[in-house]
C-alpha cells in the first residue's frame, strides 16, 4: 500500500477524559507522540489555538482535522478559518448538526440547506468541510439509503465525506464499498474495530480496538488506498480498557497492514 505511519492519526475525542487542562494536553500530546502517532484530529480545544499550535510543533505533531460545529461556522466563520490557518489543517469536520432530540429524517433538508451554505463560503478558501457518518443515517430517505442522498445533495457545494468504517459496518453497509463509491471526495477516514459480545441470551456490538473485532481491515485499508484516502483516523468511541492502550493497539495494527 502507498500509505506510510506518517498517515495514521488519532481523534482526541477517544483521550477525551484526559484532555480538559494544559496539563491534560501536553500530557495526552505526548503520549500518542511517543506511541508513533505524527497526527491528531480535535473535537475541541481547551486551550488557545496560538498555545496548542506551538505545543503541537514542538512536538512534530501535525493536525489532519478540527471539528466545529455548523452553529459556529454559520455565526464566525472568519475566526474559524483564522484558527484553521494557524494549525495549518485545510478539513473542517463534524457529524450531524439538527436536532438530535428528533428523528435525523426531520430536519435532515434544512441541515443540508445550513451545511451546503456553508460549503459554498469555503471554496473560497483553503478548507473544506468534511462530514462524519454514523449509522443513523442508514435509514431509508426518498426511496435510498439516507447517507447517499445526503452525499449527493451536498457534492455541488464541495463537502468531502469522513467515512466511519464501524458506523457504516453498524448500519448493515460494506466500509470498503463505501469508501470506493466517493473515490476522490473521502480525505479521511475514522477506524475502530465492530465485536460481537453474547451474554445473557442477549447479542451486543461493542466498538473495539482496530483487529480486535470482525472488520475486514485488509479489504477497507486497500479500498482507502484505491481511493485518494489521506489519513487514516483511530477513534474509538468508548474504551473497555485504557484509552491510550486502545489507541496504540490500533496503530500497531494498522500499520503492520499498510507496511506488509
Same mark, same amino acid.
Given at each position: 500500500?502507498?500509505?506510510?505511519?506518517?498517515?495514521?492519526?488519532?481523534?482526541?475525542?477517544?483521550?477525551?477524559?484526559?484532555?480538559r487542562t494544559?496539563?491534560?494536553?501536553?500530557?495526552t500530546?505526548?503520549?500518542?507522540r511517543?506511541?508513533?502517532y505524527?497526527?491528531?484530529?480535535?473535537?475541541?480545544?481547551?486551550?488557545?489555538?496560538?498555545?496548542?499550535?506551538?505545543?503541537?510543533?514542538?512536538?512534530?505533531?501535525r493536525?489532519?482535522?478540527?471539528?466545529?460545529?455548523?452553529k459556529?461556522?454559520?455565526?464566525?466563520?472568519g @475566526?474559524?478559518?483564522?484558527?484553521?490557518?494557524?494549525?495549518e489543517?485545510?478539513?473542517?469536520?463534524?457529524?450531524y448538526g439538527g436536532?438530535w432530540?428528533?428523528?435525523y429524517?426531520?430536519?435532515?433538508?434544512?441541515?443540508?440547506?445550513?451545511?451546503?451554505?456553508?460549503?459554498?463560503?469555503l471554496k473560497?478558501t483553503d478548507?473544506?468541510f468534511?462530514?462524519? *457518518?454514523?449509522s443513523?443515517?442508514f435509514?431509508?430517505?426518498?426511496? @435510498?439509503?439516507?447517507?447517499?442522498?445526503?452525499y449527493?445533495?451536498?457534492?455541488?457545494?464541495?463537502?468531502l465525506a469522513?467515512?466511519?468504517?464501524f458506523w457504516?459496518?453498524?448500519?448493515?453497509g460494506?466500509?470498503a464499498?463505501?469508501i470506493?463509491?466517493y473515490?476522490?471526495?473521502?480525505?479521511?477516514i475514522?477506524?475502530?474495530d465492530?465485536?460481537?459480545?453474547?451474554?445473557?441470551?442477549?447479542v *451486543?456490538?461493542?466498538?473495539?480496538?482496530?483487529?480486535?473485532? *470482525?472488520?475486514?481491515?485488509?479489504?477497507?485499508?486497500?479500498?482507502?488506498?484505491?481511493?485518494?484516502?489521506?489519513?487514516?483516523?483511530?477513534e474509538?468511541?468508548?474504551?473497555k480498557q485504557?484509552?491510550f492502550?486502545s489507541?496504540?493497539?490500533s496503530?500497531?495494527?494498522?500499520?503492520?497492514v499498510?507496511?506488509?
Amino acid at each position: 500500500m502507498r500509505f506510510t505511519p506518517s498517515q495514521i492519526g488519532v481523534q482526541l475525542y477517544t483521550l477525551r477524559d484526559h484532555f480538559r487542562t494544559r496539563e491534560d494536553v501536553m500530557h495526552t500530546l505526548k503520549a500518542v507522540r511517543d506511541i508513533g502517532y505524527e497526527a491528531v484530529q480535535f473535537f475541541e480545544m481547551p486551550i488557545a489555538v496560538e498555545e496548542m499550535r506551538d505545543i503541537l510543533k514542538g512536538l512534530g505533531l501535525r493536525v489532519c482535522g478540527v471539528d466545529v460545529n455548523v452553529k459556529r461556522l454559520k455565526s464566525e466563520l472568519g @475566526r474559524v478559518l483564522e484558527e484553521m490557518k494557524l494549525l495549518e489543517c485545510p478539513y473542517i469536520t463534524y457529524s450531524y448538526g439538527g436536532d438530535w432530540r428528533r428523528p435525523y429524517a426531520h430536519g435532515l433538508e434544512g441541515y443540508i440547506a445550513d451545511i451546503s451554505a456553508v460549503g459554498e463560503q469555503l471554496k473560497e478558501t483553503d478548507c473544506r468541510f468534511v462530514y462524519h *457518518n454514523h449509522s443513523f443515517e442508514f435509514i431509508s430517505y426518498k426511496g @435510498r439509503n439516507a447517507l447517499e442522498y445526503f452525499y449527493e445533495q451536498t457534492e455541488q457545494a464541495g463537502i468531502l465525506a469522513e467515512i466511519d468504517t464501524f458506523w457504516v459496518q453498524h448500519g448493515g453497509g460494506d466500509p470498503a464499498a463505501w469508501i470506493r463509491k466517493y473515490k476522490g471526495r473521502v480525505p479521511i477516514i475514522h477506524l475502530k474495530d465492530l465485536a460481537i459480545e453474547q451474554s445473557e441470551g442477549k447479542v *451486543n456490538q461493542l466498538f473495539a480496538e482496530v483487529g480486535n473485532g *470482525n472488520m475486514n481491515w485488509e479489504a477497507i485499508l486497500s479500498a482507502a488506498d484505491e481511493s485518494d484516502v489521506e489519513w487514516l483516523v483511530v477513534e474509538q468511541d468508548t474504551c473497555k480498557q485504557d484509552p491510550f492502550l486502545s489507541v496504540k493497539e490500533s496503530y500497531n495494527h494498522i500499520k503492520a497492514v499498510i507496511t506488509r
